[in-house]
């Protein structure tokens, strides 16, 4: 049984097909990713899954539970959590205040401490601002800001929404290199990445999305090989 099933999702922003018969799986353990141009779907197949906009047909199933019409809060509280394209970081909420609202639903303090440890040894710039607005971070501490924040909810699925984006180059490689680890320490994680390049070198499986389908799906080393997938997403001919 897959943690995460979408069967025949379409979803539409009035008479807009946003989605048509999407359908994908993530198996407990993985890094799955969603590639393809801008508009293709990926932040709505996000959103779809967090539960912030109805579908119009089809499915979700997480942990083998309907979660089709379930509430975003309570698909939380299940253990899925987003951290959102554009971060979301509250400009005027310090680092802290800003990591404590991805643990709202949470009452095990002690569990809550340690996880803060955990958020600041994967990211120890985080510690060192700690007490810094938002606001004033850098674009890639605001993401470690945004990727942490998801985690103090203690996911079983962490979706991740073009983290990568706006960021300089040398913490691209960070950012992607504590994915990895996060998944390495149990976290199943779904991933929306423009950086396909990175985003297929990480995950174990890629789907790639076009106007809104699924038009392709394979092991991520056979979509980094794939002669139309080179030439569309990774800029070789």
């Known amino acids: 049984m897959a943690l995460l099933e979408i069967a025949g999702m379409s979803v539409h922003y009035g008479r ?10 993530v198996e407990e353990g993985e890094i799955v990713t969603l590639i393809g141009a801008n508009g293709a779907g990926k932040t709505t197949t996000m959103r779809a899954v967090s539960g912030l906009i109805p579908l119009s047909r089809g499915s979700i199933k997480f942990n083998g539970e309907d979660i089709t019409r379930l509430r975003a809060d309570l698909r939380v509280r299940r253990g899925i959590c987003q951290s959102p394209e554009g971060r979301g ?17 949470r009452k095990d303090r002690k569990g809550i401490e340690a996880d803060f440890e955990r958020v600041f040894e994967l990211f120890p710039r985080l510690k060192e601002r700690i007490s810094q607005a938002g606001g004033t971070l850098s674009g890639g501490e605001q993401q470690m800001v945004a990727i942490g924040r998801a985690l103090m909810a203690r996911p079983r699925l962490l979706l991740l929404d ?10 691209i490689q960070q950012i992607f290199a504590i994915i990895t680890e996060i998944n390495q ?3 199943t994680v779904l991933l ?9 070198s990480r995950a ?18 056979e979509l980094l090989a794939d002669p139309a997938v080179k030439e569309a997403y990774l800029g070789i001919a």
């Open 185 to 187: 320490q149990g976290t």
């Open 204 to 221: 174990h499986r890629g789907y790639v999305l076009e106007t809104g389908s699924v038009t392709r799906s394979s092991a991520a080393g």
């Open 89 to 105: 970081v509250f400009p005027g909420m310090t680092v802290r205040e800003n990591l404590d609202m991805g643990c709202y639903a």
């Open 16 to 25: 807009i097909e946003a989605l048509r018969d999407v359908s994908l799986t």
């Open 162 to 171: 073009e983290p990568s984006m706006g960021l300089a180059p040398q913490f």
């Open 192 to 200: 929306v990445e423009q950086n396909a390049q990175q985003a297929l």
